[in-house]
């Protein structure tokens, strides 16, 4: 698509965000998955339901300003996910690979928080003020799951490590 306004800007970002919601869906699931700890495997499956609520919340976003909800692929969250199949790939103890995990989820949420920050902004600027709502109440979740990851990762035993 063309960018010729702010409110293409704004579709085109929703579109990115879109697409990395539901790919999170899938990483989030394999998170949970590859993590040994109960705290963290349970952390990532509650926040995996968040994530559902994302995307839906961006379709209602969508329906504010009018267009169908349409998914862009967005070569960062991809990125992220090769990160992690590269890291597995490297056989590390259940104790590294669940210090990875805390600091994988971590980079999303910051990416996340950093899409969110930018869209809001940009629906108040369009006069979108529900749309702004609700992509700021998404923000809310991402910034509360990041704590809680950075709460694990603080409180992290560096004594798992070593297979
Ligand atoms: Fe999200
Ligand atoms: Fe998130």
Redesign the pocket.
């Known amino acids: 698509m063309t960018i010729e306004n702010t409110e293409d800007l704004f579709v085109e970002g929703l579109q990115h965000v879109y697409y990395t919601?539901q790919r999170?869906l899938d990483a989030l699931s394999e998170l949970e998955e590859s993590s040994s700890e109960e705290e963290l495997q349970e952390g990532f499956a509650e926040?995996r339901e968040?994530?559902q609520q994302?995307v839906e919340r961006l379709e209602e976003v969508f329906e504010a300003v009018g267009r169908e909800p349409e998914a862009a692929e967005d070569p960062v969250v991809e990125g992220m996910i090769e990160a992690h199949e590269e890291f597995v790939e490297k056989e590390p103890s259940d104790g590294a690979l669940d210090r990875f995990n805390i600091a994988a989820g971590q980079k999303?949420?910051h990416y996340?928080i950093a899409c969110y920050g930018n869209l809001t902004p940009m629906a108040d600027q369009l006069g979108l003020d529900e749309a702004a709502d609700i992509l700021e109440r998404n923000m809310r979740?991402?910034q509360d799951?990041l704590d809680e990851l950075a709460t694990l990762g603080e409180q992290f035993d560096y004594g798992r490590i070593e297979a």
């Open positions: 919601e999170l926040h968040e994530t994302h999303s949420e996340e979740e991402e799951a």
